[in-house]
């Protein structure tokens, strides 16, 4: 067996913190990993785990393994779709997260027709409102994001969207609106935990205003229903609040300064080739929306 092979046992292991749950998954034998770890650990002369019970932890050298085991993985399983995409059509996993806006106007649909023209692909779609690692997790792509990337992704156009600044007619009843920007400073500002990195509302060129907020929420959904309780403000992309204008239970504020050319990105890893499962999903279900 190769250093690779046992690599990618250790990184089995290491993921399901249990020796017998990796073998199963593996179909190997407890006995058998377990030797192939000790091999590992022998030929490396270090300790990567460390023994508490029936579990196993990771020590640091450990850890950092584990780093780089996951990272070349990743680039195993994609130099194979790369060479299978010279002749074959694209197999393997598929992993997406996509924001359920975006998963129910642009995947959905046409979802059964993907699979049936690709059959040997098995998708994971993660539809919580959250930015993938994309090393650590192994995405292949997510749909759906307007928040900064690292250069190492590649971030691509689906559509522009305009931003609104909203409340409820209860809370501008009891707060008064904000006549200005600087009147915002007094207001409660309610916003989403994805934006872990700054606190600045998308406003037009020429404009800015970084903003502490009054709660932080992990979903478009619950930022909507705190707004109609009256609880604060809130500033979300057009498409997630335009029934809410409509019926009255959220009133737009500041309009000539809110963003109105927002792009939203779909964001894949920097690869020297685009992988062909990558590709055929791209091309299926965003291409047109560029």
């Given at each position: 067996?190769?250093?690779l092979?046992?690599?990618?046992?250790?990184?089995?292991?290491?993921?399901?913190?249990?020796?017998?749950?990796?073998?199963?998954?593996?179909?190997?034998?407890?006995?058998?990993?377990?030797?192939?770890?000790?091999?590992?650990?022998?030929?490396?002369?270090?300790?990567l785990?460390?023994?508490?019970?029936?579990?196993?932890?990771?020590?640091?050298?450990?850890?950092?393994?584990?780093s780089?085991?996951?990272?070349?993985?990743?680039?195993?399983?994609?130099?194979?779709?790369?060479?299978?995409?010279?002749?074959?059509?694209?197999?393997?996993?598929?992993?997406?997260?996509?924001?359920?806006?975006?998963?129910?106007?642009?995947?959905?649909?046409?979802?059964?027709?993907?699979l049936?023209?690709?059959?040997?692909?098995?998708?994971?779609?993660?539809?919580?409102?959250?930015?993938?690692?994309?090393?650590?997790?192994?995405?292949?792509?997510?749909?759906?994001f307007?928040?900064?990337?690292?250069?190492?992704?590649?971030?691509?156009?689906?559509?522009t969207?305009?931003?609104?600044?909203?409340?409820?007619p209860?809370?501008?009843?009891?707060?008064?609106?904000?006549?200005?920007?600087?009147?915002?400073?007094?207001?409660?500002?309610?916003?989403h935990?994805i934006?872990?990195?700054?606190?600045?509302?998308?406003?037009?060129?020429?404009?800015?205003?970084?903003?502490?907020?009054?709660?932080?929420?992990?979903?478009?959904?619950?930022?909507?229903?705190?707004?109609?309780?009256?609880?604060?403000?809130?500033?979300?992309?057009?498409?997630?609040?335009?029934?809410?204008?409509?019926?009255?239970?959220l009133?737009?504020?500041?309009?000539?300064?809110?963003?109105?050319?927002?792009?939203?990105?779909y964001?894949?890893?920097?690869?020297?080739?685009?992988?062909?499962?990558?590709?055929?999903?791209?091309?299926?279900?965003?291409?047109?929306?560029?």
């Amino acid at each position: 067996m190769s250093d690779l092979d046992r690599f990618e046992l250790f990184a089995a292991v290491a993921q399901a913190d249990s020796l017998t749950q990796a073998a199963d998954a593996l179909g190997m034998t407890k006995a058998s990993l377990s030797k192939q770890i000790k091999i590992l650990e022998s030929d490396f002369k270090v300790d990567l785990f460390s023994r508490h019970k029936q579990r196993l932890i990771l020590t640091e050298q450990g850890k950092i393994l584990l780093s780089q085991c996951l990272r070349l993985t990743k680039e195993l399983e994609d130099t194979r779709s790369i060479c299978q995409q010279f002749n074959e059509e694209p197999e393997g996993n598929l992993r997406i997260v996509a924001i359920e806006h975006f998963a129910n106007q642009l995947i959905f649909p046409k979802l059964k027709l993907f699979l049936q023209r690709y059959p040997k692909l098995r998708l994971y779609i993660d539809t919580r409102e959250r930015m993938p690692d994309f090393e650590r997790e192994q995405i292949d792509i997510a749909v759906g994001f307007s928040v900064p990337a690292p250069p190492e992704i590649v971030r691509r156009s689906i559509e522009t969207t305009r931003y609104v600044l909203c409340g409820s007619p209860q809370y501008f009843t009891e707060q008064g609106k904000p006549r200005n920007l600087k009147d915002l400073l007094q207001h409660n500002y309610l916003a989403h935990n994805i934006r872990t990195e700054e606190r600045t509302i998308a406003l037009k060129p020429g404009y800015s205003l970084a903003i502490k907020p009054y709660m932080l929420l992990n979903s478009m959904s619950s930022l909507i229903e705190c707004a109609k309780q009256g609880i604060g403000l809130i500033q979300l992309p057009s498409y997630f609040i335009n029934d809410y204008l409509k019926n009255g239970e959220l009133v737009e504020v500041l309009t000539e300064y809110q963003a109105t050319d927002a792009p939203v990105y779909y964001l894949y890893p920097r690869y020297r080739y685009i992988q062909s499962k990558v590709r055929k999903f791209i091309d299926f279900f965003l291409a047109s929306e560029k």
